[in-house]
């Protein structure tokens, strides 16, 4: 039998998750005994469809036998994934819900089929995570991934379905990364009506953002300003272990969503899939959670506010 061959297309390398994503692909390659090719699209949608088509229509390279991939746009390159299936390649999407997947599965019969995070759900964690943050009600800010990102959208969504009411939000948006979420609150700084706004906890919806936030209030030149906003909780997503959570536990945030890889389970599924010839099921969600829970977030925050009024 000849050793199985797949791509593995994500985002950026500017981003902890997307850094895990290609680590638990790699393990997973190696514990399954296929060939992967990992490329990454620099965060823009014409470069990772320019990539994946040129993968799929080469003539000097064999086909591989599928490609997983993280859309980076909004529209998850439907053409592509045609022309890919056309030409007998598996087509994985992760970390999105595509309606074009249902239709590919009727016409074509090689492996065709979504892996994504529940989203949905890791806005309602951190609506709880708030809620545990500022018992009383408050202020955020809400620092969202891009409009066009289906994991932002749905993100926001489930945020504002489980937001206590007495909470009130001020978004700001990032591109994933730490540079972006520095640039767009070094940005919102120099404007009046920032110094004006009252803020209790900074909610960012991935670690690196948060992190690129409490950077951006590290170079404010007034001290009490500065401090202020340092003493504030910072929450993001992503979990990851080297980063997100070891963040939690040095003080750095408050608390993370740990969201697992799905790049591994997509693997496992479509090797199955090819080996065996049966169709996984069309869509597959993994479950995120609160690092720490949200129990023990509330008990930490009672205790912190107990001791500060003594």
């Known amino acids: 039998m000849k050793r199985l061959r797949f791509v593995v297309s994500l985002t950026t390398t500017e981003n902890d998750y997307q850094m895990e994503q ?10 399954l005994g296929v060939d992967l090719q990992i490329i990454y699209a620099d965060n823009d949608t014409i470069t990772q469809s320019q990539q994946l088509l040129n993968i799929i229509q080469s003539r000097s390279d064999s086909h591989p036998d599928g490609i997983l991939f993280e859309p980076v746009g909004g529209t998850a390159l439907p053409q592509v994934g045609k022309a890919a299936v056309a030409a007998g390649i598996a087509w994985v999407v992760l970390n999105r819900e595509i309606e074009y997947v249902s239709d590919l599965r009727k016409a074509y019969r090689v492996p065709i089929f979504t892996v994504a995070a529940d989203h949905e759900e890791v806005g309602h964690i951190q ?10 009600g408050g202020s955020i800010l809400y620092i969202e ?3 066009e990102n289906y994991a932002a959208k749905h993100r926001t969504v489930g945020f504002y379905e489980a937001k206590p009411q007495n909470i009130q939000v ?3 948006r990032g591109q994933w990364t730490e540079a972006s979420a520095h640039k767009a609150i070094s940005s919102w700084l120099r404007l009046s009506t920032s110094r004006q706004t009252r803020i209790d906890a900074i909610i960012a919806q991935n670690d690196a953002m948060a992190v690129g936030a409490r950077k951006a209030f590290q170079e404010i030149s007034e001290i009490r300003d ?3 906003w340092l003493h504030l909780p910072y929450t993001g997503v992503d979990g990851v272990p080297k980063t997100g959570q070891a963040w939690v536990k040095s003080g750095l945030l408050a608390a993370t969503v740990v969201v697992p890889t799905n790049t591994d389970m997509g693997l496992e599924m479509l090797v199955r899939a090819v080996q065996t010839g049966v169709q996984p099921p069309e869509r597959s969600l993994s479950t995120p959670r609160s690092f720490p829970s949200v129990e023990d977030l509330a008990r930490a925050h009672a205790e912190k506010s107990r001791a500060s009024s003594v």
């Open 226 to 228: 500065r401090d202020r």
């Open 22 to 31: 290609s680590r638990a692909a790699d393990d997973a390659g190696r514990k």
């Open 170 to 172: 001020k978004s700001i």
């Open 127 to 136: 609506a709880r995570q708030v809620a545990a943050l500022l018992p009383k």
């Open 145 to 147: 991934g891009p409009s």
